[in-house]
């Protein structure tokens, strides 16, 4: 569309409609005139400005009672809109009056400083875009003109309404406006519009001038905006970023340094040009930046920056956060000397607290400030005699380094209160300010810890923060089954090895674990800036002097150590100032720590054997976990091998971790009293916890070279990995994780089958003398549960002791000998996995007993092959085929081996190493099933279980010594506590798979009827108990029974006579009032009974059915009429009736079919 270029024409077009206009003042005379406008080029209406903002310039001002009056101005504005984008206002006449015509749109006719109720928002945000169309179009000299104090009274009446309107709209688009307008009305465009020619900068005077016209209103606006700021965060993030940058221009404006510092003692150098003074009641408002205006605004401007930052500081949008730190930047960068030092703190602890900003794009910003900041102090404190400011600020002596270890002092005497105080926001703001102190100082932390108060104030600050909550009854009670800590890929994939493996603490005086994250982060910087000797010698002077810190010491040496060696530490890039200062913006020296005194690997690794030592003595690490005299509950496990599991990605997580006794805990415990609290016994718990983690902590700092120091660490930890508390067990576990992985090790085994030479020595050495080294045992387990069959020929004599040692002291290590026998059969299990065939008995018991091919491997009986098989076997009696079957036996070629045994000496062979060692262990057991103790009991028949696991491959090792333990493994089952019954018989099922019918006639006379006179006197018990019956021992082991019962009669392969008394005892359990878990049970009972005499027992059951009758296929014969209670009336049905139902139609097919098979 072309645009009408010849300013003739365009009048002419224009006059009707502008004529049209000012008769009838309606919005489609408006919108018509406003459609004509945009079809005339810029230069043109620029030309016809004054004309055609006339019409409408007179709709305004016509009176408010007009028809449509607020839509009618709202098409006013927006065609005047247009015409100032397009156009330049050279009138100062025009610029003054336009802005007084359209603040009176909005205002309120008794208070032009307020806006009129009633306005709609659409209105609003016309008039607001006008404003700012009309501001950015005044031109040249024109726009300064504002800022002469003949103008205050207007101004102010403007910036007033632009506050209100800011500060008390719900619409984001109106406050938006209001800000923007306001910013522009300063002479500090914000909008990104245009180049240079329509936005011109204001010069150095007029950029005073607005300063001073501001200064009268920097009260209201600062005061004004920070309620925004801090008010309801409902309006959203933008609104907020508007306000802070405009708070901190207008400052900046009326407080900057170069405009104060041509400042004459008595008023303004060169104010308004040497005018005359303004008149009347304009000249009151008229404000002088005298120094003492400047100090006193200082002080005052400094209460609005701690609120506006405390606010702002921790906001949840990143833009907040990042405009603070610009204001941040900016107000040090031209404010610095007439702010002072009352705004330089609040200023610097903005910028070191976004230093640990999530969000990249703040810390990046931040990092900028920080350099200019650091660049500013380092020329500030060469001196500057030339101009000093006005206002307070900081001695003309003191560099930026001192301000920084001042502030650093400042903070770390008041950060207990604050965190004692605070909520989480603040107190995490206060550790990211403080960490940022420290990163920002650099190598100089070394020279602010040399001072013994910042060292003694910085100690003191972290003993109080770090203080754990020790209360919780929890932590000592946690003992028996529990969930074993979760190690994820992405733990042990990460930079931090530890991340996965430490346990969650609980303190006093916060929760959130980004504060503790916090606070590690300020110790491994300490170590990593700080001096690695004067660190560790004073915090180990803390561990020493008082056990109220000795904890928050060990965790701070922890997380030094690591710093020292650069393990977690986060530096920024190099610096722009070079070399020379050092303010934390250089990058870390290689090889070690970040520029303090003792950051090499020599001071480092002195460090570790120290503190290392220090943790292992024996006051520190042979500390009381359990109460010395209390009695644990009867089912209470003594020590699982498979709490001490680790996979070769972690801690297993199938594993539990159960309790171990604490029968001798009384001999490696000379620090605490039998009547030890629960509080010290947390306390004890979470010191060694904390010391594990120094061991591991101490690993990753020296990598591979930490080697040599696993001779006097590994066993240690190893000792605590088997510890009773849940906690001590769970750290030692993850500290010889973090262990393998920093000296290279693929696994946690691999450390200990590359170590267990000497770790053997150690262990043999102290069960030799038990009383010097009660944890000996423990230490063979932990080996034992993290090793594979090649340390069997080690492990060999070391049995030998455990089992000397047993034998000499029954009554006093009883407990403790066979938690190490446990953890030794389970790793035979593990190492030599006995063979099984398809039904789960060994392959050389085959042939045991002589029984044929068992039924089950078929499905239904095969009557051709029964047949088949008859008819050769008479065959063979006759003596028909016996021949040929000679021939076929000579043609088979004979074994080498049968040959030699056949030909050689009767001499018998010599038995594997794990066979002799698991007789050893057996023999042992038989005569501790005996023991009083229930707990050694139930161990022993968990040994004796796996010990019948590994002699299974060796039958003619494994019946004797059945036949040696069967006497007392019979009282077990048939006169002792449920618990040992109820493991008992879980032995039995296990020696049934093994023995076969070896056992048979055992378990026939002396075990059966006991079992079925048990389960047939519970039967109505459970009949008629409610669901709270299911929690009882009683119930568990009668469900233990009916589990284990139909497979032992099966593999035992029982007589008839046998078969009715199970028959008998579990029928009962059949009936539909039994809980539903034990009727599961009962069936499959009566399924492997049916596998071995499923004819007998489809009868039998086809009798208690009383089923319809079963018609045979041949029709000569007479139908069989079962003989249950509802023979011959039809189907009844009866409690039984489901469960024998579904057996029948299971087992047989449906009732009334073909019966049992094929036997028609």
């Known amino acids: 569309m072309t645009q009408i270029d010849n300013p003739k024409i365009a009048f002419a077009y224009l006059r009707p409609a502008c004529v049209l206009l000012t008769r009838e003042p309606t919005v489609a005379n408006v919108e018509t005139l406003g459609g004509q406008l945009r079809e005339l080029d810029d230069a043109t209406l620029q030309q016809l400005q004054e004309y055609v903002l006339f019409p409408l310039r007179f709709v305004l001002r016509l009176p408010a009672a007009a028809p449509h009056r607020e839509r009618l101005t709202q098409s006013v504005v927006e065609a005047m809109s247009h015409v100032l984008e397009t156009t330049c206002v050279r009138s100062w006449d025009m610029l003054r009056e336009l802005l007084s015509e359209l603040c009176l749109c909005l205002a309120s006719p008794r208070d032009p400083g307020r806006p009129a109720p009633g306005v709609s928002e659409e209105l609003k945000g016309a008039v607001l875009r006008c404003l700012s169309a009309l501001l950015h179009a005044a031109y040249g000299d024109v726009l300064p003109r504002l800022y002469e104090p003949a103008t205050l009274p207007g101004l102010g009446a403007a910036v007033s309404l632009l506050l209100a309107l800011g500060e008390g709209e719900q619409s984001r688009e109106v406050q938006l406006g209001a800000l923007g307008v306001l910013l522009t009305l300063g002479g500090q465009c914000d909008c990104g519009r245009g180049g240079g020619e329509e936005h011109p900068a204001l010069g150095e005077e007029e950029r005073r001038a607005a300063g001073s016209a501001m200064a009268s209103f920097l009260p209201g606006i600062t005061v004004a905006l920070t309620r925004l700021v801090a008010g309801d965060p409902r309006h959203g993030h933008a609104v907020t970023v508007r306000a802070i940058k405009v708070w901190y221009r207008t400052v900046a404006l009326v ?147 001192e ?69 919780d009854v929890r932590i000592v009670e946690e003992r028996s089954s529990a969930a074993v800590m979760e190690t994820t890929s992405a733990a042990a994939a990460s930079d931090d090895p530890l991340a996965g493996h430490a346990q969650r603490k609980h303190f006093l005086y916060f929760r959130d674990e980004k504060i503790f ?118 089912d209470r496990e003594l020590l ?84 009773e508390a849940l906690l001590v067990s769970r ?94 059969m389970k790793a035979l299990v593990r190492w030599f996995p006995p063979s099984r065939d398809p039904l789960g008995a060994p392959a050389s018991g085959r042939g045991q007993g002589g029984s044929g091919p068992r039924p089950e491997d078929m499905t239904a009986l095969d009557v051709r092959q029964f047949l088949l098989d008859h008819s050769r076997q008479r065959e063979l009696a006759q003596g028909i085929g016996a021949e040929e079957e000679e021939e076929e036996e000579e043609q088979q070629p004979v074994a080498p081996e049968e040959a030699e045994e056949e030909e050689g000496p009767d001499v018998k062979k010599e038995l594997p190493a794990h066979i002799v060692i698991t007789k050893e262990v057996m023999q042992r057991c038989t005569h501790l099933l005996s023991d009083p103790s229930l707990r050694i009991r139930l161990k022993v028949l968990d040994i004796l279980e796996l010990c019948v696991c ?46 076969g019918n070896f056992l048979r006639g055992r378990v026939s006379k002396e075990v059966l009827p006991r079992l079925g ?56 359990y059949l009936s539909c009032r039994q809980p539903i878990s034990l009727q599961e049970a009962c069936l499959s009972v009566f399924r492997h009974l049916i596998q071995v005499d499923p004819d007998a027992f489809w009868l039998t059951l086809s009798q208690l059915h009383a089923a319809l009758p079963h018609a045979p296929p041949p029709p000569h014969l007479q139908p069989l009429l079962p003989g249950g209670a509802g023979a011959g009336a039809g189907p009844s049905r009866d409690q039984y009736t489901h469960n024998l139902d579904q057996l029948l139609r299971d087992a047989f097919g449906a009732p009334g079919s073909q019966g049992p098979g094929s036997l028609g």
């Open 255 to 401: 407080m900057g340094d170069t405009q104060l510092r041509g400042a004459a003692p008595g008023g303004e150098a060169g104010d308004r040009g040497g005018g005359p003074g303004p008149p009347g009641q304009a000249g009151e408002l008229v404000v002088v930046r005298s120094p003492d205006w400047v100090q006193g605004a200082a002080g005052r401007l400094a209460l609005l920056l701690k609120r506006l930052i405390s606010c702002t500081a921790a906001h949840r949008h990143w833009r907040v956060r990042l405009e603070l730190v610009a204001l941040a930047d900016h107000l040090l960068e031209h404010c610095g000397r007439s702010l002072g030092g009352e705004c330089m703190g609040p200023l610097l602890e903005a910028l070191v607290g976004a230093v640990n900003d999530e969000e990249p794009r703040v810390r990046e910003r931040c990092e900028e400030a920080l350099r200019a900041a650091s660049e500013r102090g380092r020329d500030g404190c060469h001196g500057d005699a030339a101009g000093s400011p006005p206002g307070p600020g900081p001695s003309p002596g003191q560099t930026f380094v």
């Open 403 to 471: 301000v920084l270890s001042e502030n650093l002092h400042g903070l770390a005497t008041s950060l207990p209160r604050l965190l004692r105080a605070a909520d989480d926001h603040r107190k995490l703001l206060a550790l990211n300010v403080f960490l940022g102190y420290l990163k920002l100082l650099g190598p100089l932390v070394s020279r602010a810890l040399n001072s013994a108060a910042h060292l003694q104030r910085i100690s003191m600050a972290l003993m109080q923060v770090l203080e754990l909550d020790v209360r």
């Open 517 to 634: 994250s916090v606070l590690m982060e300020i110790c491994r910087t300490l170590g990593y800036y700080g001096n690695t000797y004067l660190l560790v010698d004073h915090f180990l002077d803390l561990y020493r002097e008082s056990s109220a810190y000795r904890k928050q010491a060990a965790m701070v040496l922890n997380e030094t150590l690591r710093g020292a060696a650069g393990v977690g530490v986060a530096t920024w890039g190099q610096g722009s100032g070079g070399g020379g200062g050092g303010w934390g913006l250089h990058a870390p020296a290689e090889g070690g720590g970040g520029g303090g005194d003792g950051g090499d690997g020599e001071s480092v690794r002195a460090a570790v054997v120290a503190v290392i030592e220090e943790y292992t003595s024996e006051r520190n690490w042979n500390l009381a976990t359990a109460p010395q005299h209390s009695e644990a509950p009867q």
């Open 640 to 723: 699982s091998p498979s709490r001490l599991s680790i996979s070769p990605g972690g801690i297993s997580s199938s594993s539990l971790l159960q309790v171990v006794s604490s029968s001798t805990s009384s001999s490696s415990s000379s620090s605490s009293s039998s009547s030890s609290s629960v509080h010290q016994l947390n306390s004890n718990i979470w010191q060694l916890c904390i010391q594990l983690e120094g061991v591991a902590c101490g690993a990753h700092a020296l990598g591979p070279a930490f080697r040599p120091l696993l001779m006097t660490s590994l066993y240690p930890v190893l000792e605590k990995a088997g510890d």
């Open 731 to 824: 750290a030692a576990l993850a500290c010889v994780h973090g262990v393998a992985g920093a000296c290279g090790y693929a696994s946690p085994r691999q450390l200990i089958a590359d170590n267990s030479d000497y770790l053997l020595n150690d262990v043999s050495l102290n069960l030799r003398r038990l009383q010097h080294g009660p944890q000996a045992p423990r230490v063979l387990a932990v080996i034992l549960a993290h090793s594979d069959p090649s340390l069997l020929p080690l492990v060999g004599d070391m049995v030998g002791d455990v089992l000397l040692a047993l034998d000499l002291s029954y009554d006093h290590t009883a407990a403790l000998f066979c938690a190490v026998l446990h953890s030794l």
């Open 950 to 995: 590994v002699l299974r491959v060796a039958e003619d090792e494994l019946l004797p010594m059945v036949h040696r333990c069967w006497p007392a493994l019979l009282r077990r089952l048939t006169d002792d506590d449920p618990l040992a019954v109820l493991r008992g018989f879980k032995v039995l099922c296990t020696l049934g798979e093994a023995c």
């Open 1013 to 1068: 006179a048990s389960l047939a006197r519970q039967a109505p018990v459970s009949a008629r108990a409610g669901p709270v019956y299911t929690h009882t021992l009683a119930y568990k082991l009668q469900l233990a029974v009916l589990q284990g019962l139909g497979s032992l009669c099966l593999r035992l392969d029982l007589g008839e006579a046998d078969l009715d008394a199970v028959f008998d005892a579990c029928l009962p």
